[in-house]
C-alpha cells in the first residue's frame, strides 16, 4: 500500500528533471545542455580559488559582518553593529552577503559566493534575452563573451557593488525587450524593469539610471499600440522604478537622525546629498566635497595638502583619476579589462542596425540592437568623458551590453552570410577584434608572449575564411567562424585565468596580470601617486621593495604582483583563529607596512585608505578583553583602517570621518562625550590619522589631535592605541 503513492509522484519529478535537460520541445537537442554546461563552467570558474581574496573589500566586508548581527545595520548599511557611520552607497548589495554570513557565519566564502551566483544569474538572464529573438547560438556566445569578460570575472568574485548592479540592470534590459514585443502583458514587463532598476539604484545611487534615456526612447519609439497607451505604460514602469528606489530613500531621510547612524559620504548627513553631491554629480564634473584628490585637484583643502613634507601627491595629466575623452576605455589601464571586443560590438551595432533599417517600426531585432547599443554607448560616454572618481572596475557595466552586441550582431550577419557586404562585415569584427588583442598583449610583452601572435595569426585567418567559405559551404563556415571566436576569446581567456588564480583585496583592484591583491599596473594609473618615499621607506616605516621607495622596473611587484613575503604585514598573528582572516584563507585582512594599493603605497602602514590594516595575535586579544564593558572596541579615522580591526575581533569598531576620514562623524564634541559616557575603549594610531578629502570636515584631524595630547599611548604588537581611559 505505501508503493503506490511513491510510484505516482516518481513521473512529475522525472518529467520535470526531463524538461530540465531537454528544454523546450522546439528547440533542437543541444540547446539546453549547452546553456547549463555554459552556466556550470561559469560559476566553476568564479568559484576557483575564491578565498584567495579573503575579505576582498574590507570597507564593505565590514558593512556585510554588521548586518550580520545586526537588523538595524543590516537596513541602514552600517559599517558596524552599533551603527555610527554608514557605507557611502545604499545597502542593496550588502543585503545578500548579510543573509549568506547570517546563516552561515563569517568568512571569505559566505560573503563572496552570492556575488558569484550574481555572476551566473547575469550569464543566465543575458543568454534568455538574447536567444529568445536571436536563437540559442546567439544567446550561448553572448554568455560566454561575458562570462570571460576579465572585468567581469573580477567582479562576480568581488564584494563591491557592481556585481548586483550589473545583474539587475541586464533584468532591466531583459524585461523591456519582453515588452517591447507584440503582446498584452507589455506593462507588466515594463513595471518588471521599474523594479529592476530601482533596486539597481538601491546598489549604487545614480548610475543605475544611465540607460534610462535609451530605453524609454525606444520604447517609445518601437512598441506596439498607439502612442498614448505606450506613453502610459512607460509612466506606470517608471513609478513602479520611484517606488522600488524610494521606499527605502524616504525612511532613511524620514528617520530622526539622532536615532540612526550617520550617511557615510556626506557632509550633512543627508542621503539625497550622497546621492545628488558626492555619489553624482560629483562623479561627472569632478566636483566631490571630501574625497580624497577633489576629483583630481590639488590645492587648498586636498590631499596633497595634509601630507608629510617628501609625500606630496603629484596630480598627473588629465586630473585625479585619469585623461578623459574617447580613448579612455582603451587606454593602457582599462583597456584590458573591458575592451578587447569593444570595436567588434560597435562594428555589430552598425552592422545590425543597416541590415534591419528598413524593418517596421515595431521591428524586435532591431529594437534590440537599438536598446543594447543606446545602453553601451550611454555608459561609455559617460565613463569616458566623467571627470571624478573612476575606477576600472566600473567597467563591468558595459560588459552586457558588448556581450549582447557579440551575440546578436554575429547572429544577424550570420544569417546574411551569402551577401558580400554581410561576410565582409563579419569577417572585419574578426579582424579588428584580432589586431585590438594582438594590441593589448602587447602591453605585457613578457606575459604570453606567443599567445599575442597566435591570435593575430588565428584571427587573420578566420578573417579571410569568413570572406569565402561560408558563402561555399555551411560547415566549413561554422569552422572558420568557430576559429574567429576562439582566437577573439583567447585574450580575454588569458586575462581570466589570471584573475581568478590571483587574490585581490582593498578599494582598487584590477583583472589580468599585475591586479592580484587590489595592486594596478603602474603609477596610480594616471591618478594622484607618491613620490619617493625619504630615506626610500613607506609612511608607516616598511622599505619599499628595490630600496628606494619606488616600484621596482615597471610598477610591478616581484613575482606575482604580491608583496613580498606573501603580503603578511608584522606579528605572529598569522595563524587560524586569530580572527584576522578568513577562515582557511591564510591571508591577513590587510597589507602590512609597505603594502601596495593600486600602484601606491598605502598612507599609513598599519593601515591605510585603499586596503586596512594587519591586525596581529596580541592587538586582537587586546581589544577583545573587556570587550563587553564597550559600545566600540575601538576608533579608528578612515573605514579602511576600522574594518580591519572589526573583522579581526568580531567586535565594532568606530570609522571616524567615513571612507575619507572627510566626514563630521563623529564632531570633537560628540567624540569627547562618547569617550566621557565609556563607550569607546581604544583608539587606533594610524599614519592617516591627520587626513581628510578635499573640501571635506576636519573633524577627524581635531578628534587625532585632543587624542594624542590627551590621552597614554599603548603598542600592542604591530599595533598601536591610545587608551581612552587612561589620560596622562
Given at each position: 500500500m505505501t508503493t503506490a503513492p511513491t510510484a505516482v509522484h516518481a513521473a512529475p519529478r522525472t518529467g520535470r528533471l526531463a524538461r530540465l535537460w531537454r528544454g523546450r520541445a522546439e528547440d533542437a537537442p543541444w540547446v539546453r545542455p549547452a546553456f547549463l554546461a555554459l552556466l556550470a563552467a561559469t560559476a566553476l570558474l568564479y568559484l576557483w580559488n575564491l578565498s584567495a581574496s579573503g575579505y576582498a573589500n574590507s570597507f564593505y566586508s565590514a558593512a556585510v559582518q554588521a548586518g550580520s548581527e545586526s537588523w538595524k545595520a543590516f537596513f541602514f548599511g552600517s559599517l558596524d553593529a552599533a551603527n555610527a557611520i554608514t557605507v557611502d552607497k545604499p545597502p542593496a548589495a550588502l543585503w545578500p552577503m548579510a543573509l549568506s554570513v547570517r546563516l552561515f557565519g563569517l568568512g571569505s566564502w559566505q560573503i563572496l559566493v552570492p556575488e558569484v551566483l550574481m555572476g551566473a544569474g547575469t550569464v543566465a538572464v543575458l543568454y534568455a534575452a538574447v536567444r529568445r529573438r536571436f536563437g540559442a547560438g546567439a544567446g550561448l556566445i553572448a554568455g560566454a563573451v561575458l562570462a570571460l569578460t576579465p572585468v567581469a570575472a573580477l567582479m562576480f568574485r568581488f564584494n563591491n557593488p557592481d556585481a548586483l548592479l550589473a545583474l539587475l540592470m541586464t533584468v532591466a534590459v531583459y524585461c523591456v525587450l519582453r515588452a517591447l514585443e507584440r503582446e498584452p502583458g507589455g506593462a507588466k514587463w515594463l513595471v518588471g524593469a521599474g523594479v529592476a532598476l530601482g533596486f539597481a539604484f538601491l546598489a549604487k545611487t545614480l548610475q543605475a539610471f544611465l540607460i534610462l534615456p535609451p530605453l524609454a526612447l525606444v520604447y517609445v519609439a518601437c512598441a506596439p499600440g498607439g502612442f498614448v497607451r505606450r506613453l502610459g505604460r512607460l509612466a506606470l514602469g517608471g513609478l513602479a522604478m520611484l517606488v522600488s528606489a524610494g521606499w527605502w530613500v524616504a525612511l532613511v531621510e524620514l528617520w530622526p537622525a539622532s536615532s540612526r547612524p550617520y550617511v557615510g559620504g556626506s557632509q550633512h548627513n543627508s542621503f539625497l546629498e550622497l546621492t545628488f553631491g558626492y555619489n553624482g554629480l560629483g562623479r561627472i564634473n569632478g566636483d566631490e566635497v571630501g574625497s580624497v584628490g577633489g576629483g583630481g585637484r590639488g590645492g587648498p583643502g586636498g590631499m596633497t595638502e595634509n601630507l608629510p613634507a617628501g609625500m606630496e601627491m603629484p596630480v598627473r595629466v588629465g586630473g585625479g583619476w585619469g585623461e578623459t575623452g574617447i580613448g579612455r576605455m582603451f587606454n593602457d589601464q582599462v583597456g584590458g579589462q573591458i575592451s578587447w571586443l569593444l570595436p567588434a560590438a560597435l562594428l555589430l551595432l552598425l552592422a545590425g542596425l543597416v541590415v534591419t533599417w528598413r524593418a517596421p517600426r515595431t521591428d524586435t531585432a532591431r529594437s534590440a540592437f537599438l536598446v543594447w547599443g543606446g545602453s553601451l554607448l550611454t555608459t561609455l560616454a559617460v565613463f569616458s568623458f566623467m571627470a571624478g572618481i573612476f575606477h576600472e572596475y566600473y567597467t563591468v557595466a558595459l560588459a552586457p551590453y558588448l556581450a549582447a552586441l557579440i551575440g546578436t550582431g554575429a547572429a544577424v550577419l550570420w544569417e546574411e552570410r551569402t551577401r558580400w557586404p554581410a561576410s565582409a562585415a563579419l569577417a572585419a569584427a574578426v579582424a579588428v577584434t584580432a589586431w585590438w588583442a594582438w594590441t593589448l598583449l602587447g602591453r605585457t610583452p613578457d606575459w604570453l608572449p606567443w599567445l599575442r601572435w597566435t591570435v593575430l595569426v588565428a584571427g587573420a585567418v578566420a578573417a579571410l575564411g569568413l570572406l569565402f567559405a561560408g558563402r561555399v559551404d555551411r560547415r566549413l563556415g561554422l569552422a572558420v567562424a568557430g576559429l574567429?571566436?576562439?582566437?577573439?576569446?583567447?585574450?580575454?581567456?588569458?586575462?581570466?585565468?589570471?584573475?581568478?588564480?590571483?587574490?585581490?583585496?582593498?578599494?582598487?583592484?584590477?583583472?589580468?596580470?599585475?591586479?592580484?591583491?587590489?595592486?594596478?599596473?603602474?603609477?596610480?594609473?594616471?591618478?594622484?601617486?607618491?613620490?619617493?618615499?625619504?630615506?626610500?621607506?613607506?609612511?608607516?616605516?616598511?622599505?619599499a621593495p628595490g630600496g628606494n621607495g619606488q616600484m621596482p622596473g615597471n610598477g610591478q611587484m616581484p613575482g606575482n604582483g604580491q608583496a613580498p613575503g606573501n603580503g603578511q604585514g608584522p606579528g605572529n598573528g598569522q595563524g587560524p583563529g586569530t580572527g584576522q582572516q578568513p577562515p582557511g584563507t591564510g591571508r591577513p585582512v590587510g597589507g602590512g607596512p609597505g603594502s601596495r594599493q593600486a600602484g601606491m603605497y598605502v598612507v599609513g602602514g598599519p593601515g591605510g585608505l585603499l586596503n586596512g590594516a594587519s591586525v596581529d595575535t596580541k592587538a586582537r586579544e587586546a581589544l577583545l578583553k573587556e570587550a563587553d564593558d564597550y559600545t566600540w572596541v575601538a576608533a579608528a579615522v578612515g573605514a579602511q583602517n576600522a574594518a580591519s580591526y572589526q573583522l579581526a575581533t568580531g567586535k565594532p569598531v568606530m570609522a571616524i570621518g567615513g571612507f575619507n576620514g572627510s566626514d563630521p562623524s563623529p564632531t570633537l564634541d560628540q567624540f569627547k562625550r562618547y569617550v566621557a559616557e565609556g563607550k569607546i575603549h581604544y583608539f587606533v594610531s594610524s599614519d592617516r590619522m591627520q587626513m581628510g578629502g578635499a573640501g571635506g570636515s576636519s573633524a577627524s584631524s581635531e578628534i587625532s589631535a585632543w587624542v594624542t595630547a590627551t590621552f597614554e599611548k599603548v603598542t600592542v604588537g604591530s599595533s598601536t592605541f591610545y587608551d581612552l581611559t587612561e589620560r596622562k
Amino acid at each position: 500500500m505505501t508503493t503506490a503513492p511513491t510510484a505516482v509522484h516518481a513521473a512529475p519529478r522525472t518529467g520535470r528533471l526531463a524538461r530540465l535537460w531537454r528544454g523546450r520541445a522546439e528547440d533542437a537537442p543541444w540547446v539546453r545542455p549547452a546553456f547549463l554546461a555554459l552556466l556550470a563552467a561559469t560559476a566553476l570558474l568564479y568559484l576557483w580559488n575564491l578565498s584567495a581574496s579573503g575579505y576582498a573589500n574590507s570597507f564593505y566586508s565590514a558593512a556585510v559582518q554588521a548586518g550580520s548581527e545586526s537588523w538595524k545595520a543590516f537596513f541602514f548599511g552600517s559599517l558596524d553593529a552599533a551603527n555610527a557611520i554608514t557605507v557611502d552607497k545604499p545597502p542593496a548589495a550588502l543585503w545578500p552577503m548579510a543573509l549568506s554570513v547570517r546563516l552561515f557565519g563569517l568568512g571569505s566564502w559566505q560573503i563572496l559566493v552570492p556575488e558569484v551566483l550574481m555572476g551566473a544569474g547575469t550569464v543566465a538572464v543575458l543568454y534568455a534575452a538574447v536567444r529568445r529573438r536571436f536563437g540559442a547560438g546567439a544567446g550561448l556566445i553572448a554568455g560566454a563573451v561575458l562570462a570571460l569578460t576579465p572585468v567581469a570575472a573580477l567582479m562576480f568574485r568581488f564584494n563591491n557593488p557592481d556585481a548586483l548592479l550589473a545583474l539587475l540592470m541586464t533584468v532591466a534590459v531583459y524585461c523591456v525587450l519582453r515588452a517591447l514585443e507584440r503582446e498584452p502583458g507589455g506593462a507588466k514587463w515594463l513595471v518588471g524593469a521599474g523594479v529592476a532598476l530601482g533596486f539597481a539604484f538601491l546598489a549604487k545611487t545614480l548610475q543605475a539610471f544611465l540607460i534610462l534615456p535609451p530605453l524609454a526612447l525606444v520604447y517609445v519609439a518601437c512598441a506596439p499600440g498607439g502612442f498614448v497607451r505606450r506613453l502610459g505604460r512607460l509612466a506606470l514602469g517608471g513609478l513602479a522604478m520611484l517606488v522600488s528606489a524610494g521606499w527605502w530613500v524616504a525612511l532613511v531621510e524620514l528617520w530622526p537622525a539622532s536615532s540612526r547612524p550617520y550617511v557615510g559620504g556626506s557632509q550633512h548627513n543627508s542621503f539625497l546629498e550622497l546621492t545628488f553631491g558626492y555619489n553624482g554629480l560629483g562623479r561627472i564634473n569632478g566636483d566631490e566635497v571630501g574625497s580624497v584628490g577633489g576629483g583630481g585637484r590639488g590645492g587648498p583643502g586636498g590631499m596633497t595638502e595634509n601630507l608629510p613634507a617628501g609625500m606630496e601627491m603629484p596630480v598627473r595629466v588629465g586630473g585625479g583619476w585619469g585623461e578623459t575623452g574617447i580613448g579612455r576605455m582603451f587606454n593602457d589601464q582599462v583597456g584590458g579589462q573591458i575592451s578587447w571586443l569593444l570595436p567588434a560590438a560597435l562594428l555589430l551595432l552598425l552592422a545590425g542596425l543597416v541590415v534591419t533599417w528598413r524593418a517596421p517600426r515595431t521591428d524586435t531585432a532591431r529594437s534590440a540592437f537599438l536598446v543594447w547599443g543606446g545602453s553601451l554607448l550611454t555608459t561609455l560616454a559617460v565613463f569616458s568623458f566623467m571627470a571624478g572618481i573612476f575606477h576600472e572596475y566600473y567597467t563591468v557595466a558595459l560588459a552586457p551590453y558588448l556581450a549582447a552586441l557579440i551575440g546578436t550582431g554575429a547572429a544577424v550577419l550570420w544569417e546574411e552570410r551569402t551577401r558580400w557586404p554581410a561576410s565582409a562585415a563579419l569577417a572585419a569584427a574578426v579582424a579588428v577584434t584580432a589586431w585590438w588583442a594582438w594590441t593589448l598583449l602587447g602591453r605585457t610583452p613578457d606575459w604570453l608572449p606567443w599567445l599575442r601572435w597566435t591570435v593575430l595569426v588565428a584571427g587573420a585567418v578566420a578573417a579571410l575564411g569568413l570572406l569565402f567559405a561560408g558563402r561555399v559551404d555551411r560547415r566549413l563556415g561554422l569552422a572558420v567562424a568557430g576559429l574567429g571566436l576562439a582566437a577573439g576569446l583567447a585574450g580575454p581567456l588569458a586575462y581570466t585565468v589570471v584573475t581568478v588564480n590571483a587574490g585581490h583585496q582593498g578599494s582598487i583592484v584590477t583583472a589580468g596580470p599585475g591586479g592580484a591583491m587590489g595592486g594596478g599596473r603602474g603609477p596610480m594609473n594616471g591618478r594622484v601617486a607618491f613620490g619617493p618615499m625619504p630615506g626610500g621607506q613607506n609612511p608607516g616605516g616598511g622599505q619599499a621593495p628595490g630600496g628606494n621607495g619606488q616600484m621596482p622596473g615597471n610598477g610591478q611587484m616581484p613575482g606575482n604582483g604580491q608583496a613580498p613575503g606573501n603580503g603578511q604585514g608584522p606579528g605572529n598573528g598569522q595563524g587560524p583563529g586569530t580572527g584576522q582572516q578568513p577562515p582557511g584563507t591564510g591571508r591577513p585582512v590587510g597589507g602590512g607596512p609597505g603594502s601596495r594599493q593600486a600602484g601606491m603605497y598605502v598612507v599609513g602602514g598599519p593601515g591605510g585608505l585603499l586596503n586596512g590594516a594587519s591586525v596581529d595575535t596580541k592587538a586582537r586579544e587586546a581589544l577583545l578583553k573587556e570587550a563587553d564593558d564597550y559600545t566600540w572596541v575601538a576608533a579608528a579615522v578612515g573605514a579602511q583602517n576600522a574594518a580591519s580591526y572589526q573583522l579581526a575581533t568580531g567586535k565594532p569598531v568606530m570609522a571616524i570621518g567615513g571612507f575619507n576620514g572627510s566626514d563630521p562623524s563623529p564632531t570633537l564634541d560628540q567624540f569627547k562625550r562618547y569617550v566621557a559616557e565609556g563607550k569607546i575603549h581604544y583608539f587606533v594610531s594610524s599614519d592617516r590619522m591627520q587626513m581628510g578629502g578635499a573640501g571635506g570636515s576636519s573633524a577627524s584631524s581635531e578628534i587625532s589631535a585632543w587624542v594624542t595630547a590627551t590621552f597614554e599611548k599603548v603598542t600592542v604588537g604591530s599595533s598601536t592605541f591610545y587608551d581612552l581611559t587612561e589620560r596622562k
